[in-house]
């Protein structure tokens, strides 16, 4: 069963660099077959896709985000991080990173974090 | 992108009562289709996959139906456990793109 946990700071400055990391236990990240996703929901809103990184390292981006966003895969700690440039207030919201069951999926996200607010204020 | 329209936005029904919630996409998503349920304050977590195959450990009371742009979920026999909002999501192309959530609450 694999399991999903995020980590960062809670509180980022307007402008500046907001990372996370999502830390995979009970599968390897470089299983193959798994999307790695970062997802997110602003407060009191729906979800929105923000990427993924394939187990061999290809990413993906929503379009509005490319230009900020980045995705890594750390295999040596078994675990993946974004990285958004040039925050906002937009920006706030609860991120979650989760991933498909592997080979044979329809890219659905069967694991999930269990989120991390992340508030971006002066 | 693919937009995902749900309806209703949301609804209130009784304990036992048959409910269900309809996904509309703005172009033929095949069996990219699947559907999620998030309680306050949690994660959502998969229902059903692929259309129509439940996920495991899900109730059968779940179930999931359509083709090309419509679909459907359907609770028969609403629990009270089954409150929350319920998101419909494409992964047919990326973006991936979620619905905008039916809000479920037990009269």
């Known amino acids: 069963q694999v399991q999903l946990q995020e980590s960062g700071p809670g509180l980022v400055r307007p402008s500046q660099t907001l990372s996370l990391t999502c830390t995979v236990s009970?599968?390897?990240?470089?299983?193959?077959?798994?999307?790695w996703s970062w997802i997110r929901q602003p407060p009191g809103k729906g979800l929105e896709w923000i990427g993924y990184?394939?187990?061999?390292?290809?990413?993906d981006y929503k379009s509005s985000l490319k230009s900020r966003s980045t995705i890594s895969l750390d295999t040596s700690k078994n675990q993946f991080s974004l990285r958004l440039t040039s925050v906002t207030a937009a920006d706030t919201g609860v991120y979650y990173c989760?991933?498909?069951?592997?080979?044979?999926?329809?890219?659905?996200?069967?694991?999930w974090g269990r989120g991390t607010l992340v508030t971006v204020s002066p | 992108d693919v937009q995902m329209t749900q309806s209703p936005l949301s609804l209130s029904a009784s304990v036992g009562e048959r409910v269900t919630v309809t996904c509309r996409a703005s172009?033929?998503?095949?069996?990219?289709l699947h559907w999620y349920q998030q309680k306050p304050g949690k994660a959502p977590k998969l229902l059903i996959y692929?259309?129509?195959n439940l996920q495991s450990g899900v109730p059968s009371r779940f179930s999931g139906s359509g083709s090309g742009t419509d679909f459907t979920l359907t609770i028969t026999s609403l629990q009270p456990e089954d409150f929350g909002i319920y998101y419909c999501?494409?992964?047919?192309?990326?973006?991936?793109?979620f619905g905008q959530g039916t809000r479920l609450d037990i009269q």
């Open positions: 172009q033929s998503l095949g069996p990219y």
């Open positions: 990184i394939f187990y061999s390292g290809s990413t």
């Open positions: 009970g599968g390897s990240i470089s299983g193959r077959g798994h999307y």
């Open positions: 999501q494409q992964s047919i192309s990326t973006p991936y793109t």
């Open positions: 692929a259309v129509s």
């Open positions: 989760a991933t498909n069951a592997g080979l044979g999926t329809y890219y659905q996200w069967d694991y």
